[in-house]
């Protein structure tokens, strides 16, 4: 069951990359208006979640190296949501603002590979298992 799991994530990981590499003044528009909203804080939710089976799993598997450090990165990335979302607002606009056009879809070009690469990661430990 958690590798069907991280098979999914590693499914919805680079859908979102690809999306972001194929639209990304959309993409960065849709980020906008969820980093925007009253509710960004549940995204840390969301990340904790997500991350935490991540961490689990098995060592037989080649890659739970990688997924673990993944995992991590994902779950201690959410208290900071949590806990500071108006500073983390506030360092994304300061950082699009700084950035300018240009810069902003360069970040988020950089984004969607670090995202199509964890979805690989995730497929290809699903496929090992």
């Not at 999306?19 to 906008?32: G, H, S």
């Not at 603002?97 to 360069?106: K, P, V």
Request: proline letters at 5%; glycine letters at 8%.
């Amino acid at each position: 069951m958690l590798m069907v799991f991280i098979l999914i994530v590693g499914i919805y990981v680079i859908t979102i990359g690809l999306l972001e590499l194929v639209m990304p003044a959309r993409m960065l528009q849709l980020w906008i208006k969820i980093s925007s909203s009253r509710l960004y804080f549940l995204y840390g939710i969301v990340l904790i979640l997500v991350g935490f089976p991540l961490t689990q799993v098995p060592s037989s598997n080649p890659l739970s190296t990688p997924l673990f450090i993944i995992g991590l990165i994902v779950v201690f990335s959410g208290p900071f949501i949590l806990i500071y979302p108006e500073k983390i607002k506030n360092v994304f606009f300061q950082g699009l603002d700084e950035l300018g056009q240009t810069g902003s879809r360069f970040a988020l070009i950089i984004d969607a590979i670090a995202r199509i690469a964890t979805g690989i990661v995730c497929i290809a430990a699903y496929l090992y298992n």
